[in-house]
């Protein structure tokens, strides 16, 4: 384990004089700006518009911005501008490479494709925002999101469609944006990206309602003390309808003492029906802080789980906890640490802890490599510890 670290530190520092010698990578200058480029409140934030995609969107907003008038319009003589925005597309996708030396591994999954990802956001009548989203994996095609949400008031805005769950900070982040290879073990298996419960993923989504606002703006800033989330939702996750009737009820409680630093809380009560008709319940709640500032990232959660799970005879619980630092060393080198440990039913026994450490490295706006080592500390193996190695490449399109 110390051998593979210190070689991919070592590896990480060589790279800096390298890179600084390079003249098209010091042209490039400061991306920290456009990494997050939507509000970390909006869940499924997307990465931006890629080098393709940009010139999709300037030429459909040049073209509407000149557009004739249309007596069919309400108003005679308004462009179509004043009804609707230009649609902004975007799409990205990441490739994968993994190494494991666990036993029955066979050294990892090598070469995958990780997603590929294409979406569009747009407005109509100013106070209607609305977003699709499409996901491929290797083979497999399916929608992402798609919402309508009336935003005319900061303090009250309603959406409805398909999208993320108001559970975690984390689960909001897309992967570009989240610092490592993949989530949190409670993001994947408590809010839903891989969920405990169903055995498969849903993306952390669900389809219904959500409600939410941000109250009370600091004289001194402008920033909002409190931002709120409340959610009815079918409950079966992604692109499907309810089963049973009832629905899962998320919330979320948000403060920010001072800007950029978040105190939350969540709640979710609810229950999904599985393949055999079985209704499993569903109580979770999290406790967490995040604070995100001039491209420095601090976030730790705690996550728990209780009720009766498919397959599963004790009393249905499940916990754990991570914290995440990243630490920006260059205008295009971020680094970030993470300890991950989960329990999948809350005992010592069952806890599967991951510490982490990730260098990112953004070469373009449009182009991201990181490298992630991983030591895996699993209680339930025979061969309890295995390190990873992974190298992801992040392009947006």
């Keep these: 384990m110390k051998k593979i670290l210190s070689t991919l530190l070592v590896a990480s520092l060589a790279a800096l004089p390298m890179m600084a010698e390079n003249d098209e990578v010091q042209e490039v200058k400061d991306y920290s700006e456009e990494r997050i480029e939507t509000s970390e409140f909006e869940p499924n934030g997307t990465p931006g518009s890629g080098f393709m995609t940009s010139l999709v969107n300037n030429s459909l907003s040049s073209a509407m911005e000149s557009a004739p008038a249309s007596t069919s319009k309400p108003a005679v003589g308004r462009k179509l501008t004043d009804y609707a925005s230009a649609p902004k597309f975007g799409g990205y996708f990441i490739g994968k490479y993994t190494y494991s030396d666990q036993d029955g591994a066979k050294g990892g999954t090598g070469f995958s494709q990780r997603l590929t990802r294409l979406y569009v956001d747009g407005t109509i009548l100013t106070d209607f925002k ?213 329990r999948a039913d809350k005992s010592w026994e069952s806890m599967k802890t991951i510490y982490s450490i990730i260098p990112n490295f953004q070469l373009h706006k449009n182009l991201m490599l990181q490298v992630q080592y991983n030591h895996v500390h699993n209680r339930k193996l025979a061969h309890k510890d295995y390190n990873e190695l992974w190298a992801e490449m992040y392009v947006r399109f």
């Design 130 to 342: 609305y977003r699709i989203q499409a996901q491929v994996n290797n083979s497999s095609f399916h929608i992402k999101d798609y919402f309508v949400e009336w935003s005319h008031w900061k303090e009250l805005a309603v959406k409805v469609g398909q999208y993320k769950r108001a559970f975690l900070f984390e689960n909001p982040y897309n992967p570009w944006d989240v610092g490592a290879g993949d989530y949190a073990q409670i993001t994947n298996c408590l809010a839903g990206i891989s969920d405990k419960d169903t055995g498969g993923g849903n993306g952390g989504r669900d389809q219904g309602l959500q409600v939410q606002g941000d109250l009370f703006p600091a004289k001194s800033d402008g920033h909002r003390f409190i931002h709120y989330q409340l959610q009815v939702m079918n409950g079966q996750g992604i692109n499907a309808g309810d089963k049973n009737g009832h629905k899962d009820f998320i919330g979320s409680l948000q403060i920010q003492p001072v800007k950029d630093l978040f105190i939350g809380v969540f709640g979710w009560t609810g229950d999904y029906v599985d393949g055999t008709g079985a209704e499993i319940d569903r109580n979770r709640w999290a406790a967490s802080v995040k604070y995100e500032h001039n491209d420095w990232t601090v976030r730790a959660e705690y996550a728990h789980a209780q009720g009766i799970l498919a397959n599963y005879t004790g009393e249905g619980k499940a916990d754990g906890w991570y914290a995440t630092v990243g630490v920006p060393c260059t205008p295009w080198l971020k680094v970030y640490g993470k300890y991950d440990a989960y």
